[in-house]
């Protein structure tokens, strides 16, 4: 995980590659207990990089198909070593954890999909001190005329 930190996303992180993409996380392993050891930290530290390259991170809800069987609310893991220990072979990993990966990445694709869609002049979100679209500012406009006499919502 350092390498893929270290050699990906740090570039990415530099030259802003990876701002307004969708992403999210998911982990494999083995380990103690019924979901694996250390795959929460590796989760929560792939997010925080994510987050600090400017992604939009798509969660893992509780009511997506296999979140019983595999999940997290940052993402699917499956365990892929019985509770012996002993590693599992590709067949023999549970199918709603499988489903649960699948329905994420689906998630993620369908996230990444509305993000192109709805996207602003080719940014969501300020990049180098840009000024924003008149449409973003013509919005903005509106909104604010809602406040009132409550003034600015910011």
Not at 24 to 32: K, P, Q, R, S
Not at 59 to 66: A, D, L, N, Q, S
Request: glycine share 12%.
């Amino acid at each position: 995980m350092k390498k893929f930190i270290d050699e990906l996303c740090e570039p990415s992180w530099f030259y802003d590659d990876m701002v307004g993409r969708a992403c999210g996380v998911f982990t494999t392993g083995g380990g103690h207990g019924n979901v694996g050891g250390g795959c929460e930290m590796a989760q929560l530290s792939m997010l925080a990089n994510l987050a600090a390259m400017g992604c939009v991170m798509v969660p893992f809800p509780k009511c997506t198909r296999g979140f019983d069987v595999a999940g997290m609310h940052w993402g699917p893991h499956i365990r892929v070593t019985s509770d012996d220990m002993t590693p599992l072979q590709p067949h023999e990993l549970p199918e709603e954890a499988l489903d649960a990966v699948y329905h994420h990445g689906a998630a993620i694709c369908r996230i990444a999909e509305a993000l192109k869609r709805r996207a602003l002049d080719g940014q969501l979100f300020d990049a180098g001190g840009r000024f924003p679209s008149r449409e973003v500012l013509s919005v903005r406009s509106d909104h604010d005329g809602d406040a009132g006499a409550q003034g600015s919502r910011r």
